[in-house]
């Protein structure tokens, strides 16, 4: 826009200042890779080891992504001396296996969103890290990033008067398949863990904890979640709109919606990225982006949530400020919620479905399955 005036974005440290420390990826899936890049190439840290349960792709992994050394089992990798931290990089059904396995080592722990399956295993995780004097942290890389902390600060100072709505959403299509990670149950499947913790944790990074949660939804044919919208209401102050998705694919843009104006924010937000600011004083434009040495715009925000951890454990905390362990396992509580609602329950769960262990929060929700037809096969 041509009046829009520029903001500036508050001191978040370059994340190539932050403390060196050694990783471990346990994991060797694409995630795990992605995390690997961003510690190597915009970090003054290492990964030095790498684990999978197969040997061969182990290796390949660590060829791929400059890796000093493979293992052959979660066990080698979790004891190697050299390993300060663990980032958990396996499918949601074994975070919380894996995170006891690395807190039992002795090791510092990054635990790949969504942190568990359930509150349950949330808590188990948080109460042996806490026993055991390690780090933990879920790996929630919108908590950490520059345009975050902009918008928490413009939010908190009154620029658009008292927040009353927060909208927001992440749709990723994947095409139907029984035997793919998204769709199968016995590794935690759905939309909601794999991609609606997104807008849910932004949502209550901007506004906290709400006072009910509302859930609607449509169910693959394997019963994980497909699609949801979920309303969190704030008293009678806010609500926030929270829409995710593996049957549809959107650009990911939020809108934060205050009393005295507005907050558009560029697509993903979930990376770093761009907003605008409306409001009775004109239009005030945000970069949130860091820049290589080339001037080229890094996308990549993994690099702020290892940062993070780097500088807490210099610093001798054992949580993040910026992503606490209580934090954490209310938006599991948030996410059993919505899950029980929709009827999604994972092989070992009890009591979901039923809402057992729903919060009072939760209201009665729409649920549909959808056919391979007209589901995610057709999208």
């Known amino acids: 826009m041509s009046d829009a005036a520029v903001g500036s974005t508050p001191a978040v440290d370059d994340p190539r200042l932050a403390p060196a420390l ?9 995630i795990g890779g992605s995390f690997a890049d961003a510690v190597r190439d915009l970090t003054s840290s290492t990964v030095v080891a790498a684990g999978s349960r197969d040997a061969e792709k182990a290796a390949a992994f660590a060829a791929e992504h400059g ?10 990798l979790v004891a190697d001396p050299d390993v300060d931290v663990v980032y958990v990089a396996t499918p949601h059904s074994h975070h919380h296996e894996h995170a006891l396995l690395a807190i039992a080592a002795g090791k ?54 008292a927040v009353r709505e927060v909208r927001a959403g992440f749709d990723v299509t994947v095409p139907y398949d029984p035997a793919h990670r998204m769709f199968d149950p016995a590794l935690a499947g ?16 901007l506004l906290g904890h709400p006072d009910e949660v509302r859930a609607t939804g449509l169910l693959a044919p394997t019963g994980v979640d497909a ?33 005295e104006g507005r907050i558009e924010i560029d697509e993903r937000y979930l990376v770093p990225t761009t907003f605008r600011v409306e409001n009775a004083h004109g239009v005030t434009e945000y970069d949130g982006r860091l820049r290589a040495a080339d001037g080229s715009v890094v996308e990549e925000g993994k690099q702020y949530e290892a940062a993070e951890v780097a500088r807490c454990i210099a610093a001798g905390l054992t949580e993040s400020p910026r992503m606490t362990l209580d934090q954490t396992v209310e938006l599991m ?23 057992e262990v729903a919060s009072p929060m939760s209201a009665a929700a729409s649920v549909f399955v959808t056919s391979p037809s007209t589901g995610p096969a057709g999208a």
């Open 227 to 259: 699609q949801e919208t979920i309303v969190l209401r704030y008293g009678q102050e806010a609500l926030a709109t929270l829409t995710t998705s593996v049957r549809t694919t959107a650009p990911g843009t939020a809108t934060i919606v205050g009393s």
């Open 67 to 76: 890796v000093e050394r493979s293992y052959g089992s979660y066990e080698e």
């Open 22 to 30: 050694r990783w471990g990826v346990l994991g060797a899936g694409w």
């Open 190 to 205: 759905g939309a909601l863990l794999d991609l609606g913790i997104y807008p849910l944790s932004f949502a209550v990074d």
């Open 333 to 355: 509580e948030i996410m059993d919620d919505v899950r029980a609602q929709l009827g999604v329950v994972y092989p070992g769960e009890v009591g979901l479905a039923s809402g």
């Open 108 to 161: 510092h722990v990054l635990v790949e969103k969504a942190f568990t399956r359930n509150a349950a295993e949330a808590r188990e995780v948080v109460a042996a890290a806490r026993e055991a004097g390690v780090f933990c942290m879920e790996a929630m890389m919108t908590r950490h990033l520059p345009h975050t902390a902009m918008l928490r600060e413009i939010v908190q100072r009154g620029d658009i008067g």
